[in-house]
Nanobody
Framework: QVRLVESGGGLVQAGGSLRLSCEAS????????MGWFRQAPGKERKFVAA????????VYADSVKGRFTISRDNAKNTVYLQMNSLQPEDTAVYYCAASMGSGRMYSWEYDYWGQGTQVTVSS
């Protein structure tokens, strides 16, 4: 059983930055593909970014390309999401997800989910 714990959310002004972290336990982290999704109030959960087990391959939603960066540290069992140039439309609960297969852009590709961390961007 994989346990995922997100941290780093908060309130930030438009144009600011935040770094989210997600620490995994209960499985060999270096064999998991990892992803970040977000869900705004009243909307469906959407893909943000994903990274493969080695960190050698990443993919981003068009809405965050050039602003967000996903990375991982397998020695620390942690995946990160660096978010720059934040805008009010980035406001959402951000979820970390782990895939025991090949996790990319679709929520059904992921097997485990964290509880989420709130990111609020004020204008």
């Amino acid at each position: 059983q994989v346990r995922l714990v997100e941290s780093g959310g908060g309130l930030v002004q438009a144009g600011g930055s935040l770094r989210l972290s997600c620490e995994a336990s209960g499985y060999t982290f270096s064999s998991l593909d990892m992803g970040w999704f977000r869900q705004a109030p009243g909307k469906e959960r959407k893909f943000v970014a994903a990274i493969n087990w080695s960190g050698g391959s990443t993919v981003y939603a068009d809405s965050v390309k050039g602003r967000f960066t996903i990375s991982r540290d397998n020695a620390k069992n942690t995946v990160y999401l660096q978010m720059n140039s934040l805008q009010p439309e980035d406001t959402a609960v951000y979820y970390c997800a782990a895939s025991m297969g090949s996790g990319r852009m679709y929520s059904w590709e992921y097997d485990y989910w964290g509880q989420g961390t709130q990111v609020t961007v004020s204008s």
